[in-house]
C-alpha cells in the first residue's frame, strides 16, 4: 500500500521569503503525486499534480514542486510567499485504477508579516 | 456553479441521533467519494461510488451507510451517532478511476455530536 509522509507539521515563514513544503512518499508501484491546499473553513483546492513527463511541475498560485524518483520526494515550493498563502498544504498520492488518493497529515502554513 | 456542493455546511445532533449529508456534483464526474477530516486535519477515504456501485468501502463503522441514487449523488446516512463521529465530511468527485486526476471536492460538512 502507498503512505505519505509530510514531516513539517507546521511551518513558520516571513511574508515575501521562499518555502519548501517536503512530502515523501512510499510505494513500490508508480504513482500519481498532487498537492492540495486548504484555506481556513473551506475544502481543499488541487494546487499541482504530477502524472508524468517533465519533473518540475507548476501550479496555481505561483507555486511548484519536483518529483524525485530516486528521493521518494515531492516538495513543494514557491520563492516568494504571501501572507494570503497561511492555509494547510496536503501531499497526496494515488495508483493507478480505481485506488483512491491517499493524503498526508498536513503542513500548516503560517506567513507572518 | 458550484462543482461539488454539499448540504448541510454545519450539522449539530445529540448522540444516539440519525442524520444524513447529501452531496451533489455537477461535473459529469461518474465516481464519488466521502472523506473523513478528524481534528488534527487527517483525511481518511470512506467509502468510494463509481456508476452508483460501492468500490472502496474502508474499516467503517456500518452505521455510516452511503447511498447513490445516480452517479451525480452520493449521500451519507449516519445512525447512532457518537461524540467521536464529530469531524469535517468532504464529499468528492472525480471522473473515473482510472484516470489519473485528482478529485474536486465540496466545501464540507462540519458535524458535531453533543
Known amino acids: 500500500a502507498q503512505s505519505v509522509t509530510q514531516l513539517d507539521s507546521q511551518v513558520p515563514v516571513f511574508e515575501e521569503a521562499p518555502v519548501e513544503l517536503r512530502c515523501n512518499y512510499s510505494?513500490?508501484?508508480?504513482?500519481?503525486l498532487f498537492w492540495y491546499v486548504q484555506y481556513p473553513n473551506q475544502g481543499l483546492q488541487l494546487l499541482l499534480k504530477?502524472?508524468?513527463?517533465?519533473?518540475l511541475v507548476k501550479g496555481i498560485n505561483g507555486f511548484e514542486a519536483e518529483f524525485n524518483k530516486s528521493q521518494t520526494s515531492f516538495h513543494l515550493r514557491k520563492p516568494s510567499v504571501h501572507i494570503s498563502d497561511t492555509a494547510e498544504y496536503f501531499c497526496?498520492?494515488?495508483?493507478?485504477?480505481?485506488?483512491?488518493?491517499?493524503f498526508g497529515k498536513g503542513t500548516m502554513l503560517l506567513v507572518s508579516p | 456553479d458550484t462543482a461539488v456542493s454539499q448540504t448541510p455546511k454545519y450539522l449539530v445532533t445529540q448522540m444516539g441521533n440519525d442524520k444524513s449529508i447529501k452531496c451533489e456534483q455537477n461535473?459529469?464526474?461518474?465516481?464519488m467519494y466521502w472523506y473523513k477530516q478528524d481534528s488534527k486535519k487527517f483525511l481518511k477515504i470512506m467509502f468510494s461510488?463509481?456508476?452508483?456501485?460501492?468500490?472502496i468501502n474502508e474499516t467503517v463503522p456500518n452505521r455510516f451507510s452511503p447511498k447513490s441514487p445516480d452517479k451525480a449523488h452520493l449521500n451519507l446516512h449516519i445512525n447512532s451517532l457518537e461524540l467521536g463521529d464529530s469531524a469535517v465530511y468532504f464529499c468528492?468527485?472525480?471522473?473515473?478511476?482510472?484516470?489519473?486526476?485528482?478529485?474536486?471536492f465540496g466545501s464540507g460538512t462540519r458535524l458535531t455530536v453533543v
Open positions: 497526496a498520492v494515488k495508483l493507478g485504477g480505481y485506488s483512491t488518493l491517499t
Open positions: 461510488y463509481n456508476n452508483k456501485e460501492l468500490i
Open positions: 504530477y502524472l508524468s513527463g517533465s519533473t
Open positions: 461535473l459529469g464526474h461518474d465516481t
Open positions: 468528492a468527485s472525480s471522473q473515473g478511476g482510472q484516470a489519473n486526476y485528482g478529485y474536486t
Open positions: 510505494s513500490s508501484v508508480s504513482v500519481y
